[in-house]
């Protein structure tokens, strides 16, 4: 406006000093005779040939007197008009959209509360923990605090890449699988109570547990994980960080707690970060892990997720625990079952664990291939000696009192009758044979045991359990450092495994009232 308004002013000026200075006899026209008037000067311009240039100088000189006689903040205003229009045919043609602005107004409609449902999107395994977790964050250089393992270099070369498209799917019958659905469904509450005293549970067992916990409690290292060396008396003879944390995750939540709630909340969040931090892309946990142990610690790293996962739905545990599941499928052995190396061979021990892993992925939902149920059920079979009951380690190999109880828990989970034969003859035999004693301690045994007696039930499981409930808090450490554990002398695997193992596996047992819910109906049990 400013630049406008000094040019039509400088315009009228020199037009003003025109009429005001007096032409030079050089620029002077011809004169015109004098008693001419107008009127013989427009005849004179109509009789002039009507050019071109003659036009344009018509109207060039129609402009002139025009800006001489027109105000000049008339003229501003055209000259500002015209640019505007100019700029906005210009800015008209981008068809692109600047803003959008959105109106929102409170509804009256009754129905406006079904917006309060969503969904939320599934977090890859690639998503970084941090971005879904916001307390503090355990550095990966401290992962390792207690005697730090000399890993080969070619450890990870022994996991070899697996290809799922390489098995042949097998047909599942219809009525071949038991699903149980919210299996862990009565670790707390109401429930748990009910569970404990409907199953044989007492004051005795509780304060067992409640003091076993305090002792994990204290074991836990800074970054979260536990370690089978110490800093605990009786510790293992080779480290396995991955199996024991896994373990003492277990022992937690078959007591109710989660990262979400429960009393040991911290420690189960602080041990759940540092175990993703060692999945890699194809979902295997255990690669720090040396030799026969790392598809056990495979396993028990498979079913803390999973359980974790199940008891609260959390989508950042989600894609981790579905990798674990993923990675099982994919490392079944051609026997059905698993081993030492994914896809390589099959023993009952190892295959326990897998089994525990998937179902428990399967009951919270995540997607686990149907057509490994059969096959593991043919390996199984493969292991049974039938009507005569037992179990062995592998085919063609004599049963033993463990492998029994873990065979018959597993075909209790893949869908077996109660009443199917061997099973009961199976359980008769372990508890008229291979009772609980305090001087032939054997945890493993009766971690397995322990199980599959509760989900049969009756008067097998009433006998057991009344020596199960008496021995172990009689072995727990009642005073000392060690206050709240299970001294792994005697054991047969105690001297092996160590303190954290004796004492894992002693706390399942005294939780076994709520910690799975029985698979057989009250009424079958009796």
Sequence with gaps: MIVSSVVVSKLHARVDLQQRVPRSPRWSEPSIPAGSDDHAADQADENEP????????????????TLTELPSWLVSLIVHLAVLLTLALISRSTNQISRIELLFRQSSDSTASELLEFTTVELEPTVPLEAVVDDEWVEVEELISVDVIDAQADLMSLVPKLDVGLFDPVAVPSNALAKPENMFEGRSGAAKERLLRLYGGDEQTEDAVASGLVWLKRQQLRNGSWSLHGPYANGARGENQISATAMAM????????THRSGKYQKELLRAARWLVTHQDGQGFLAGSTRGHERMYSQAQATIALCELYAMTGDSWIRPYAQAACDFAVASQSPQGGWRYQPRMDSDTSVTGWFVMGLKSGDAGGLEVDDYIWPKIERYFDSVSQGYSGGYSYMPNVA???????????????LGRHRNMPGMAQ?????????????NEADVYYWYYATQALHHYGGPLWKQW???????????????????????????????YAGRLYTTCLSIYCLEVYYRHLPLYEPGETE
């Design 399 to 413: 049963p033993s009192p463990s492998m029994t109880a873990e065979g018959v828990l597993c075909h209790q989970y």
């Design 465 to 495: 359990n009344e020596e199960m409930k008496a021995t172990l808090p009689d072995r727990q450490e009642k005073r000392g450092r060690e206050r709240g554990s299970w001294s792994p002398s005697g054991d047969a695997w105690g001297g």
């Design 50 to 65: 009507r050019t071109i240039p003659s036009l344009f100088s018509r109207v060039q000189a129609w402009g002139r007197i």
């Design 426 to 438: 199976s359980l008769g035999s372990l508890v008229q044979n291979h009772p609980i004693k305090m």
């Design 250 to 257: 277990l022992a937690f939540m078959g007591a109710g707690s």
